[in-house]
């Protein structure tokens, strides 16, 4: 079997998927590794499902939405593009569509310079379709394997 490295995302994507399985792995085997802070919100989900994040603000456009120290939106303007994050508007609430492993990590939603709430996302495969995603999270790292 040969094995094709096709790359279609910027290297910084590429290294987050690496990592990710990694920590996967080594959870996998029952070690022992937490990068999460201890006053999140865990919040666990499977790859291929959808999640909404809630937040509670009294003024949406003095809100804003990080992921892992990334600004997502300020306010409702996307400052981020992720093709699977939307916003909605009325809850202000985060829509994750069509979850990969690569939407794991912290989510943090701020009013006014405060934090509101921060969410732990764990995204997990599920036994039964650990061949889907393995072909999803290739899809999304731009990285196939052909025989």
């Known amino acids: 079997m040969n094995l094709h490295w096709i790359k279609k995302n910027t290297l910084k994507s590429d290294l987050i998927a690496v990592f990710l ?4 792995l080594f959870n996998s085997t029952n070690g022992v590794a937490s990068l999460t802070p201890a006053n999140c919100t865990k919040k666990t989900t499977f790859v291929g499902e959808h999640i909404e994040l809630e937040c509670n603000v009294t003024s949406r456009y003095s809100s804003l939405w990080k992921w892992n120290d990334e600004r997502l939106f300020a306010g ?3 400052t981020t593009y992720y093709q699977n994050i939307d916003i909605d ?3 202000y609430s985060l829509k994750l569509n069509s979850v990969s492993i690569l939407n794991d ?3 943090l939603c701020l009013e ?3 934090k509101r709430i921060e969410y732990c996302l764990e995204v997990i ?6 061949i889907e995603g393995i072909a999803l999270l290739a899809s999304t790292t731009g990285t196939f394997f052909t025989p």
């Open 21 to 24: 399985m990694a920590l996967a």
């Open 76 to 78: 409702t303007t996307r």
């Open 89 to 91: 508007e009325d809850k």
């Open 105 to 107: 990590g912290t989510y």
């Open 112 to 114: 006014n310079g405060e």
């Open 125 to 130: 495969f599920k036994q039964t379709r650990s």
